[in-house]
């Protein structure tokens, strides 16, 4: 399983050998071995859940491994936190950016190495030619006095690289860079990697996209389950191969067949008539069945979050009528909502719809909680039995009932969401983005999800910007602009034509 191509004898900056690390009832590393060469683009890939996250963390000493050694410019590393392995010339790039907002562009980079005169003042002068020069060799163009906090993600990034550099790091390690940024800022983000490579700086590039693994990484190693798979040269491997190492052949190939669509009834359970709430949504009409999968798509900014918050109660109506059962209602909130049988898996499952420091089974019976309440006292027995039900139902992977949602896998949190959802025993699902972020399993035990629940007479309205998924799951699709319905479509349309209505009714 564990194999390493290398043809050459390259100089290896960084070595792991024998690396384990474990959670209370899981094994988050099992015996990883991995060498990045200098001047490399190396990308790690594998499903949420597979260990990238905690690898990386082990590197740079946020967790502390069980056993295995670590080796940094041939030096056996022992950091013991992200501030010592920075010290030392491995800096991470997170998704979330780690700049003080209120400091300037220079001030951010040039934090804690500070150049000073002779007389111990700092010398503005020398770090603003510093500044200039390592910009103009890297192609950057960012204001060296604006303030973070007023910088675009993308610029944030940029940032991140050149305090970086500015430290004379070696090694570079990019988590998920791509995530918010424009085909234009990608490109740049690109081209900086490629000089980042002529200067001799390594980048271990983590991402769920293979298509930019394959445009940028020399070499790809694949997690899964906590393993490493495989290490490969990229020129060696098409994507279908690497799908293949990273959820098994299986379910490679469920994922080219995904589910669709359910048994249909002819009535309308949900229905609802010229919806407005400026400036999103402005008019929109639709009916939906019992057992129907109805895609709603287009591009972001369309007004399909905000349409799904007004259909769930979140946010007031300004205008329209929304029916159940062809009974007209009125949701003064989400609650209002739930008893009427409408329940909504929201776009951002930490902000919304988890409480990540709390035990799995707390999550999962939040919503229906009154139901386990005997004489004012809870009873946690039902709660563990419901919760158990829950997770083998939609088939979490968990420690236990007790474990804390934070440390699940992207998609076994959204199965948390959905199950938490799934107590109200709703008859209209509203899963708003419910793929982002999870890794091609996930997406998946999704559609397997979906396509049960309409065969039991739920109305699912799969929201997405996907279109590749919302064509693949769904019997009829809704194409969204400008906070209007464009368009509809039944199922067998091709992914390509809705692309071309969507970027039509864009313009």
């Known amino acids: 399983m564990d194999t390493v191509i290398n043809q050459k004898?390259?100089?290896?900056?960084?070595?792991?050998?024998?690396?384990?690390?474990?959670?209370?009832?899981?094994?988050?590393?099992?015996?990883?071995?991995?060498?990045?060469?200098?001047?490399?683009?190396?990308?790690?890939?594998?499903?949420?859940?597979?260990?990238?996250?905690?690898?990386?963390?082990?590197?740079?000493?946020?967790?502390?491994?069980?056993?295995?050694?670590?080796?940094?410019?041939?030096?056996?590393?022992?950091?013991?936190?992200?501030?010592?392995?920075?010290?030392?010339?491995?800096?991470?790039?997170?998704?979330?950016?780690?700049?003080?907002?209120?400091?300037?562009?220079?001030?951010?980079?040039?934090?804690?190495?500070?150049?000073?005169?002779?007389?111990?003042?700092?010398?503005?002068?020398?770090?603003?030619?510093?500044?200039?020069?390592?910009?103009?060799?890297?192609?950057?163009?960012?204001?060296?006095?604006?303030?973070?906090?007023?910088?675009?993600?993308?610029?944030?990034?940029?940032?991140e690289i050149l305090k970086a550099l500015i430290h004379k790091t070696k090694f570079i390690i990019m988590d998920e860079p791509t995530a918010s940024l424009s085909e234009n800022e990608i490109e740049h983000l690109f081209r900086i990697i490629a000089e980042l490579k002529l200067n001799h700086i390594s980048v271990l590039y983590i991402t769920h996209i293979l298509g930019e693994v394959f445009r940028i990484a020399d070499r790809i190693t694949v997690l899964r389950d906590g393993k490493k798979i495989k290490t490969v040269l990229t020129k060696e491997v098409n994507r279908d191969e690497v799908i293949t190492m990273m959820v098994g052949e299986s379910l490679k190939n469920a994922y080219t067949s995904p589910p669709t669509g359910g048994k249909k009834s002819q009535k309308t359970i949900l229905e609802v008539e010229n919806l407005w709430r400026k400036p999103r949504i402005n008019g929109v009409s639709f009916k939906a069945s019992p057992g129907e999968v109805l895609g709603i798509t287009g591009l972001m900014g369309a007004g399909k979050t905000e349409l799904s918050r007004l259909i769930f109660g979140a946010d007031k109506l300004e205008g329209g009528q929304i029916f159940i059962n062809d009974k007209p209602v009125r949701f003064r909130s989400p609650i209002d909502a739930v008893n009427q049988g409408i329940s909504l898996v929201p776009e951002d499952r930490k902000k919304d719809a988890l409480v990540l420091m709390l035990e799995l089974y707390k999550n999962i019976t939040l919503p229906t909680l009154d139901q386990f309440v005997n004489k004012g006292v809870i009873s946690p027995r039902k709660e563990f039995d419901v919760t158990k039900q829950a997770i083998k139902k939609l088939g979490i992977k968990t420690s236990g009932v007790n474990q804390v949602v934070k440390y699940l896998s992207g998609g076994n949190q959204q199965k948390v969401v959905i199950s938490k959802w799934l107590q109200t025993e709703p008859k209209v699902l509203i899963l708003d983005e419910p793929t982002r972020g999870i890794d091609v399993n996930a997406k998946v035990e999704i559609y397997n999800i979906v396509g049960k629940l309409a065969e039991s007479g739920v109305c699912v309205i799969f929201v997405s910007t996907e279109v590749s998924e919302v064509v693949k799951v769904s019997d009829r699709i809704l194409v969204l602009s400008h906070g209007k319905i464009s368009s509809e479509f039944k199922q067998g349309v091709s992914q390509e034509e809705i692309m071309r209505i969507i970027l039509q009714a864009d313009k």
């Open 9 to 159: 004898k390259e100089k290896v900056i960084l070595e792991v050998r024998k690396l384990n690390k474990s959670f209370p009832g899981v094994k988050a590393l099992d015996n990883i071995d991995l060498e990045i060469y200098q001047d490399e683009v190396h990308a790690l890939v594998g499903e949420n859940g597979a260990g990238k996250s905690t690898l990386i963390k082990v590197l740079v000493g946020a967790y502390k491994r069980n056993s295995g050694e670590i080796y940094f410019n041939n030096q056996k590393a022992e950091f013991d936190s992200p501030a010592q392995a920075f010290q030392n010339g491995i800096n991470v790039i997170y998704q979330e950016n780690s700049l003080i907002p209120q400091l300037t562009v220079i001030q951010n980079i040039f934090l804690g190495v500070e150049r000073f005169t002779p007389w111990g003042l700092i010398d503005e002068k020398k770090i603003y030619q510093e500044y200039l020069d390592i910009s103009e060799k890297l192609g950057f163009e960012l204001p060296p006095h604006k303030e973070a906090r007023n910088l675009g993600v993308a610029e944030q990034k940029l940032v």
